[in-house]
């Protein structure tokens, strides 16, 4: 094997001047951790994030480019600019690591993370048109495979005679049976609205599920004033909703949070290969 040329005094130093040129760069686009403030993402506009502090405001803020990619759920820290300009207050700078995520399929990225830090996934499905086991055990899957913990929720219970009842609950005890919890609910009749508050408490949650399951009356049943406190938090950051392209985070206010994008709801299987789902 052929020795290294050695190098000469002059390229010795300039070896060193550019290492010291690196890591000088390297000291000046690190942040003082110091000075930076802890919050968690609750909304995301295009460019921009809302970041809520420890006390409750809400901050608009850059997202610094180094950064990769920042979701509703993140725990992060960011700098409060000197001199808010245009409504933006900070910048995030680092993005805490994630006790969990949920991804969707992106034609360009693969997968691309949606929400973050998520307690519980509510799996809603309905008796009408029609109970499809297949769909559940597809969120199952999915839920098992993010490591966040599901929470089935039949709806809509009260279209069911009382024969019909006492079939699809046989048809579910093969889930409760495994150690998922199931939940029937109404938004009509308020059965098992009470139960599902108690889930939600001191949480953080998503709701997924088929279009038509009822996910949007349930929502409205855990937060009635949901546009309005999306309005509040536009109002506190400063802007307006019509920018908003990811999913908000909303309190509950019996307790718990919720995470909401058309995006999380629709949440499913597409991106796992074939090995990952093999039981």
Known sequence: MAKKPKLSHRQKRQVAANRQKRLSRKQQSSPDLSSLLAGRVIGRFGK?????????NVVRCHIR????????????????SEVPDENIGGVIEIVQDRRTVLTRPDFYDGVKPIAANIDQIIVVSSVKPELSLNIIDRYLVACEDTDI??????NKVELLSEEEREAVSASLAI???????????SCKSGE?????????????SVFVGQSGVGKSSIIN????????????ISEN?????????AAKLLPIPS???????????????????????TW
Do not use: M, N
């Not at 990769?68 to 700098?79: N, P, R, T």
């Not at 009470?194 to 889930?199: D, G, Q, S, T, V």
């Open 48 to 56: 921009q994030a809302d970041v809520q502090d420890t006390e409750g």
């Open 65 to 80: 480019r180094t950064i990769e990619s920042v979701v509703c759920g993140d725990e992060v820290l960011f700098a409060r």
């Open 149 to 154: 913990k599901p929470l089935l929720v039949l």
């Open 175 to 185: 889930y409760q049976q495994l150690g998922y919890e199931l939940l029937l609910t």
């Open 192 to 204: 098992g609205i009470a139960e599902l508050h108690e889930r939600l408490r001191d949480k953080t």
């Open 221 to 232: 049943q855990v937060l009635p004033d949901a546009d309005e406190l999306v309005g509040e």
């Open 237 to 245: 950051s400063g802007l307006g909703t019509h920018t908003t392209t």
């Open 255 to 277: 307790g718990g949070e919720l995470i909401d994008s058309p995006g999380v709801r629709e949440f499913a299987l597409w991106h796992l290969p074939q090995e990952r789902i």
